[in-house]
C-alpha cells in the first residue's frame, strides 16, 4: 500500500488537536469539585472504646428516596470517620440495639452540619446497656393472644401529654405464638406497659389478629391504677403479664352509592376517616359498590366516620357529599352516598425568573391542594395531587367547594421543595398573595396561574442556650415563614448537635424566624423569634440566644 508525504502535516496535526481536546476534557474533568468535608468521633461504653459498632449516616434530617446511606465501623478503640461528604446536613446514629444513649436526648441519634471541605470532630456517642421488660398476653380465657402489640409507655407521656394530642409509646413488640413478649434496648426510667386499641394512643401496628380494648398491666384499664415498672441499667423485669378481656366488638356499615340523578354508581371504591377529638385516622377497611351500587364495610369498631371517594382507586372527579356516621354498639345500614363531581382546579405553573434550567428540577415535583370539609358535622379533611407537566400545566380534581391550600412537594415528602415557594396565585387576573383559593361546590375554575419563585438565599447561624439546658426529650427547630403565613411554605429545620443550623434554597422576601424548643410534654414550648430579609444569592449569618431562665411566653 503507498502512501503520500504530503498527508503527514495533515495527519499531525489532527492528532495533536485530539491530543489537546483530550487534555482539555480530563482538565474540565478534574476541574468537578470533590467533596471532602468529614464527620469523625468515637463511640464508647463504660467510657471505654466500643469497637465494631456501625455507625450508619444519610442526608437530611428525614429519610428522602434515593438518597445513599453511608456507614462506618468503629476501630479497636470505638473511633470511626466517614469522608468525602458534600456540604450539607446529615443525621448519624449508631446500630448497638440492646444499648441505649447515656444522653437520651439523642436517643434517636444526632444531626450534623456540614460546610465546605469541613472536618466536624468529636461526634461522639455514650452507651449504657439497655433495660428489658418481658411478659405473657393472655385473653379472658387465660389463652395466649399471638401477634399482639405491647406497648411501652413513659410515665412523663402518660401523666403530662398536651390535651388532644396522641400518646406514642417509647417502644412496643408483638407476642409470638406463646403469647410471650421481649422489649429491650430501653433507657433507665419509669414506665407502665399496654396492649389493645385505645383512641388515646397512636398505634403503630395495623397486623393483629383481633382488637382488644387497652389494658394495662397487670389487668386494668385506667392507666392511672397501672403498675409502675422501674427499668434501670441492664436490668430484666420479668412476668410483666397482661390479661386482655374479650375481643371488642366489631360492626358494619352499608348502603348505596347515588349519583346526581339517584342512580346507582358502581365499582366504586369507598374508604372511611375515623375522627379522634381534634386529629383523623385513616382506617384500613375499605369497600367497593357493587353494579347495584351497594356496599358494606366490615369491622368497625365504635367511633365517627366520614365516607370519602378514593381516587387512587379510580375514583375519577367524583367525590362523596359530606356524610358522617356513628357506630355505638350496632351495625349501621341504609347510608345514602350520593356521590358528584367535584370542583377542580386548573392551570399552569409559571416559574417567576422564567429560568427554562429550574423547569426540569419544577417538573419533579406535586402541585397540592387540601381543605377541611367542615359541613355536616365531620371536620374531615379532603386533597388532592397533580404532577406537574412539561409545560406547566396541571388539573387538580375532585376537590370540595371551600378554600383550598395549595403546596409543593415530592411524591415521598409532601412538604419537601427545596428551592421552590408559591409566591401569589393569579385568577382572572386577581393576584393573591397567599397559596389559597377559594372555590364553589362543582366549580370548574380553570385559567389559574401558581407563580413560583425560586431561590439561592441561605440563612446559618447558631443557637445558644443560656441559663439552663435543654430539657430531656426536647428539640429546637427552626421555623421560617412569611409575615401572617398560616401554613408555612418552609419544612422546618432541626438544630444539629453543636447548635448550628441552616436553611437554604430560599427565595429573596422579609420572613419571621422562629427558633423554637419543644418536643416534651414536661416543658412549655420556648421560642425566640427574628426578623430576617433576604437577597437571592445572599447568605445570611445569625446567631440567637434562648434564655431558659426568661418567662414563657404565652
Given amino acids: 500500500m503507498s502512501f503520500s508525504v504530503r498527508y503527514v502535516p495533515a495527519i499531525l496535526l489532527t492528532l495533536l488537536s485530539l491530543a489537546a481536546s483530550l487534555c482539555a476534557q480530563s482538565t474540565t474533568k478534574q476541574a468537578a469539585k470533590v467533596p471532602r468535608g468529614s464527620?469523625?468521633?468515637?463511640?464508647?461504653?463504660?467510657?471505654?472504646?466500643?469497637?465494631?459498632?456501625?455507625?450508619?449516616?444519610?442526608?437530611?434530617?428525614?429519610?428522602?428516596?434515593?438518597?445513599?446511606?453511608?456507614?462506618?465501623?468503629?476501630?479497636?478503640d470505638g473511633s470511626y470517620r466517614i469522608g468525602n461528604?458534600?456540604?450539607?446536613?446529615?443525621?448519624?446514629?449508631?446500630?448497638?440495639?440492646?444499648?441505649?444513649?447515656?444522653?437520651?436526648?439523642?436517643?434517636?441519634?444526632?444531626?450534623?452540619?456540614?460546610?465546605?471541605?469541613?472536618?466536624?470532630?468529636?461526634?461522639?456517642?455514650?452507651?449504657?446497656?439497655?433495660?428489658?421488660?418481658?411478659g405473657r398476653v393472655t385473653d379472658a380465657d387465660g389463652r395466649p393472644v399471638i401477634e399482639q402489640q405491647v406497648n411501652v409507655y413513659s410515665i412523663d407521656a402518660l401523666d403530662k401529654r398536651f390535651p388532644q394530642q396522641p400518646v406514642f409509646a417509647v417502644k412496643w413488640a408483638t407476642t409470638d405464638d406463646r403469647g410471650v413478649y421481649r422489649i429491650f434496648g430501653l433507657a433507665a426510667g419509669r414506665y407502665k406497659v399496654a396492649a389493645g386499641r385505645?383512641?388515646?394512643?397512636?398505634?403503630?401496628?395495623?397486623?393483629?389478629?383481633?382488637?382488644?380494648?387497652?389494658?394495662?398491666?397487670?389487668?386494668?384499664?385506667?392507666?392511672?391504677?397501672?403498675?409502675?415498672?422501674?427499668?434501670?441499667?441492664?436490668?430484666?423485669?420479668?412476668?410483666?403479664?397482661?390479661?386482655?378481656?374479650?375481643?371488642?366488638?366489631?360492626?358494619?356499615?352499608s348502603g348505596v352509592a347515588i349519583d346526581e340523578k339517584g342512580m346507582p354508581v358502581p365499582n366504586m371504591r369507598l374508604g372511611l376517616q375515623r375522627r379522634l377529638a381534634q386529629r383523623v385516622e385513616f382506617v384500613n377497611t375499605s369497600a367497593a359498590s357493587n353494579s347495584a351500587g351497594e356496599f358494606a364495610i366490615e369491622g368497625l369498631i365504635p367511633g365517627k366516620y366520614g365516607i370519602y371517594v378514593d381516587q387512587n382507586q379510580g375514583g375519577g372527579d367524583m367525590r362523596a357529599e359530606p356524610l358522617t356516621f356513628d357506630i355505638t354498639d350496632h351495625d349501621i345500614s341504609g347510608l345514602t352516598v350520593r356521590l358528584s363531581r367535584g370542583a377542580s382546579l386548573?392551570?399552569?405553573?409559571?416559574?417567576?425568573?422564567?429560568?427554562?434550567?429550574?423547569?426540569?428540577?419544577?417538573?419533579?415535583?406535586?402541585?397540592?391542594?387540601?381543605?377541611?370539609?367542615?359541613?355536616?358535622?365531620?371536620?374531615?379533611?379532603?386533597?388532592?395531587s397533580s404532577q406537574i407537566a412539561p409545560d406547566g400545566s396541571f388539573r387538580l380534581s375532585a376537590l370540595p367547594g371551600g378554600t383550598i391550600n395549595l403546596m409543593l412537594g415530592t411524591m415521598i415528602n409532601p412538604s419537601q421543595s427545596k428551592g421552590?415557594?408559591?409566591?401569589?396565585?393569579?385568577?382572572?387576573?386577581?393576584?393573591?398573595?397567599?397559596?389559597?383559593?377559594?372555590?364553589?361546590?362543582?366549580?370548574?375554575?380553570?385559567?389559574?396561574?401558581?407563580?413560583?419563585?425560586?431561590g439561592t438565599a441561605m440563612i446559618r447561624g447558631v443557637v445558644q442556650?443560656?441559663?439552663?439546658?435543654?430539657?430531656?426529650?426536647?428539640?429546637?427547630?427552626?421555623?421560617?415563614?412569611?409575615?401572617?403565613?398560616?401554613?408555612?411554605?418552609?419544612?422546618?429545620?432541626?438544630?444539629?448537635?453543636?447548635g448550628h443550623f441552616l436553611m437554604d434554597g430560599l427565595p429573596a422576601g422579609t420572613y419571621e424566624l422562629s427558633a423554637m424548643i419543644t418536643g416534651t410534654a414536661s416543658s412549655p414550648p420556648r421560642t425566640v423569634k427574628r426578623e430576617v430579609t433576604l437577597q437571592d444569592g445572599q447568605v445570611f449569618e445569625l446567631n440567637i440566644s434562648i434564655d431558659m431562665s426568661a418567662p414563657v411566653k404565652p
Fill in 465 to 498: 442556650v443560656e441559663n439552663g439546658s435543654v430539657p430531656e426529650g426536647a428539640r429546637i427547630l427552626i421555623r421560617l415563614a412569611k409575615p401572617g403565613e398560616t401554613l408555612p411554605s418552609f419544612r422546618p429545620t432541626m438544630v444539629d448537635a453543636r
Fill in 85 to 134: 461528604l458534600a456540604p450539607g446536613s446529615y443525621f448519624l446514629t449508631p446500630s448497638a440495639p440492646a444499648f441505649v444513649m447515656v444522653q437520651t436526648r439523642d436517643s434517636m441519634g444526632k444531626n450534623v452540619l456540614v460546610g465546605e471541605d469541613e472536618n466536624v470532630d468529636d461526634i461522639n456517642f455514650a452507651l449504657v446497656r439497655g433495660g428489658v421488660i418481658t
Fill in 346 to 384: 386548573s392551570g399552569f405553573v409559571v416559574l417567576e425568573n422564567e429560568d427554562k434550567t429550574l423547569f426540569t428540577k419544577l417538573a419533579e415535583l406535586q402541585l397540592r391542594a387540601f381543605a377541611m370539609v367542615t359541613s355536616g358535622g365531620g371536620g374531615f379533611g379532603s386533597g388532592a
Fill in 198 to 253: 385505645t383512641d388515646d394512643a397512636f398505634t403503630f401496628n395495623a397486623s393483629e389478629r383481633a382488637t382488644y380494648r387497652q389494658v394495662f398491666h397487670p389487668n386494668t384499664d385506667e392507666q392511672a391504677k397501672a403498675t409502675v415498672i422501674e427499668v434501670s441499667e441492664g436490668s430484666e423485669a420479668n412476668n410483666v403479664d397482661i390479661a386482655l378481656g374479650r375481643v371488642m366488638a366489631t360492626f358494619s356499615a
Fill in 39 to 76: 464527620i469523625s468521633g468515637r463511640v464508647t461504653i463504660k467510657e471505654k472504646g466500643a469497637p465494631g459498632v456501625v455507625i450508619g449516616l444519610r442526608k437530611g434530617e428525614v429519610t428522602t428516596a434515593g438518597e445513599p446511606f453511608l456507614r462506618a465501623t468503629t476501630d479497636q
Fill in 420 to 454: 421552590f415557594i408559591i409566591a401569589r396565585v393569579e385568577r382572572d387576573g386577581i393576584v393573591s398573595p397567599s397559596s389559597r383559593v377559594e372555590i364553589k361546590d362543582g366549580e370548574q375554575l380553570t385559567g389559574v396561574r401558581v407563580i413560583i419563585s425560586y
